[in-house]
């Protein structure tokens, strides 16, 4: 027997004894499907017995709350004495024993602990924990004097949930001395390490720790007054009631279910308010124009002048704040530690996309306006009209009908193939334990293995059904990262994936919306990119990482969701689960995935050029700007009267501030990843194994860019992003996908060079145009 035999011998067996075996096709699905439905009810069975520890995990669940509190104060406790001991040492002492070491391994043992108080808040069934585990995060944080999350000043907790754990730093200016004295010698133990001390300095020196007292001073004073200033902007949009009273004929187009869920007045007219749920779905299918005109209108001009005085003194107050720390403008501020590393090359990078995108979008919008005029008449094609008849060629186009695929997609059949498409690409086996301590009998407990090896590799958490108290969005948070201990052991991660699927009434788990597949798919990238890291300190590991980086693995893997391959592993009709989607549906929502994306993608760089500017220069007269980039970037269309771009843009206000391009950045990338390597075989694993070991795994240990430069063989580009969308428009003229009867016919042809040699496939997003506030 060969070596590679002996080891397929090897893998052989152990996958025999796995609880998850290795087939393929359908009969994989219904294997994992089975035997989850088995463990499942073992899990009910034994819900009583002795709770099994979780080995190598140091995440706490269950705490009771004088618990929670009493170990936020032990955190607190210890993270005092190491701070001490560290501080304490004479700045001509300093080595990496006596400073780093103890700072790295007090990050490593407190993370979980942290997490242990924190998380609670967000799951907890009891109102008593919560509260507790609300006030050790408070305590915790007031201990540090850090910022939340990655950003500063604003307690974006309620906006924005601190995911990463991230909240080691203090600003102990005796402790930020003895590190830049270690920083200075440049005694490196090895790259990695060096990378790790850079992060801690540059963390310190964000918190103002290198500057005199009264600069220092100065900077408290100007992020309280960002934070005054953020709160007014939020509650001025929580305290918008408006709405609008509707009569069914002037709702016209709008599903039946929508309505029924409709507040209605005395006299039976419907309300609409202006939160992004209802505004959505009358651009979507009103087929009043002036209804949408009139709510449009009104959603675009929440607040009027009120938050636009606010966003104005943001910005000035933000580009004070940059100043301070060194730093030109505030854009350069919130871009130096991301990939982009500078204002100059994310509108470079916007106007490439833009500029790439501007005749595929024009010829995507001159379809929509002859459809309008054909059923309108002369009327001119407005910004409000985008969704509407973007909807209705889509309609006419694709023979969609999501309501009827949500039945082919129950919760347990898409978690199989999740776990299926996982397994084959990535090499990982989840394997549920039955017996884990959870905080509800819903969320289920699986430990990750190297499929070959059966190496432990970390624990994912799923709590996956809403319920009273709980967090009400889908996210993974890290519980616990990857570390090298003092000990020389390599702490494994845990990751918890929070969503909020619904129960069927009879307590069977409930069916999917694709929507709900696809943010299943992407929450999934990051529990793989938790699992999947090897960095050595826990400050970079995990989804600690460049936050222009930590969305690639995600957006890559929901590729997966649009290839006829992976959607017949993760569907099944619900009442015979055998019978997948048909082959005509995977073809028709690989082309509805790209449909009008340009035209789309369009008004969201025209967000991001809005947040890229007014955070890049002084005294800018925001509404001019506005007025001016909305033609420009938006093919000419006209702004809406009375628009305001600080109710348009709510994301460059708040959450985002110069930094909404982000969210392109990682899509394009995760497309020149997924066109390079796997467009031609979205099972191969060869590729995937390449993608954990070069791209997950070192994620945080080198730079981003090198990152992906090694497992793509050069250095990622956007081509792959902008030569998908022409391919695919291409191909829907070519197939005249439009019915026949439906009297638009695509007749526009493109020009001799994007004729010439069509790319290879790559596929995008479908983007909404109006922007999502939080509820």
Known sequence: MTESEG????????????????????????????????????????????????????????????????????????????????????????????????????????????????????????????????EAERRIDDHLDACRGIKDGFDYDEVLPNLTGFRWISKREDVYLVIKAFAVRGEWTNAEAKRFVQTLVRDYERNGLNLTASKREELQRVRAQIDELSIKYIQNLNDDTKFFLFNESELAGLPLEFLKALDQSENGKFKISLRSHHVAAILEFCKVGTTRQVVSGAYGNRCGEINISILESLVQQRHKYARLLGFSCYAEYAIDVRMAKTPKKVFEFLKDISTGLTDLAMK???????????????????????????????????????????????????????????????GLRFEEISGADVWHCDVRVFSVLDLGSSKLLGYCYLDLFSREGKYGHTCVLALQNSALTISGAQQIPVALLISQCQKEADASSGLLRFSEVVSLFHEFGHVVQQICNRASFTRISGLCVDPDFVEIPSQLLENWCYERYSLKLISGFHQDITKPLTDDICKSIKRWRTSFSA?????????????????????????????????????????????????????????????????????????????????????????????????????????????????????????????????????????????????????????????????????????????????
């Open 7 to 134: 080891k397929r011998e090897k893998m052989r067996k152990e996958n025999k004894r796995g609880s998850l075996l290795v087939f393929t096709g359908a009969a994989a699905v219904l294997a994992i499907a089975a035997n989850l439905a088995i463990t499942a009810f073992r899990h009910h069975k034994e819900k009583n017995a002795k709770k099994k520890d979780l080995a190598g995990s140091k995440v706490r669940v269950n705490l009771p709350a004088p618990e929670i509190l009493k170990l936020a104060e032990q955190i607190i406790a210890n993270s005092k004495k190491v701070h001490n001991s560290v501080a304490s040492v004479p700045l001509d002492k300093v080595t990496y024993a006596n400073v780093i070491s103890p700072l790295a391994e007090l990050q490593a043992q407190q993370f979980p602990l942290v997490q242990s108080c924190v998380f609670p808040k967000m799951v907890s069934t009891r109102e008593d924990v919560r509260k507790a585990s609300a």
């Open 364 to 426: 995507e919008l001159n379809i929509l306006k002859d459809l309008k005029k054909k059923e309108e008449g002369d009327f001119p094609f407005g910004i409000v009209d985008l969704l509407y008849y973007v909807k209705r060629i889509e309609e006419q186009s694709y023979d969609l009908d999501f309501e009827e695929i949500k039945q082919y997609f129950p919760i347990s059949v898409v978690l199989s193939g999740i776990f299926k498409i996982v397994q084959d690409l990535f």
């Open 599 to 775: 035209l789309k993608l369009k008004q969201d760089i025209l967000c991001c050029l809005f947040d890229q500017i007014i955070h890049s220069a002084d005294n800018i007269d925001i509404q001019e700007l506005f007025k001016h980039l909305h033609p420009m970037e938006l093919l000419g269309l006209p702004i809406l009267e009375g628009t305001n771009p600080a109710s348009y843009f709510p994301s460059s206000v708040i959450g985002y501030e110069a930094a909404c391009y982000s969210r392109i950045w990682s899509e394009v990338f995760a497309a020149d990843i997924f066109t390079s390597k796997f467009c031609n075989d979205v099972s191969n694993q060869h590729a995937g194994l390449q993608f954990r070991n070069k791209v997950l795994a070192m994620a945080g240990v080198k730079d981003p860019i090198d990152v992906l430069s090694d497992f793509l063989g050069r250095e990622p580009s956007i081509q792959a992003y902008i030569d998908n969308k022409v391919k695919k428009f291409l191909l829907v003229i070519q197939e005249r996908t439009l019915k026949p009867n439906s009297g638009v016919v695509f007749e526009r042809v493109f020009d001799s060079q994007v004729n010439k040699q069509p790319p290879p496939p790559r596929h995008q997003n479908r983007v909404c145009f109006v922007l999502e506030e939080k509820e």
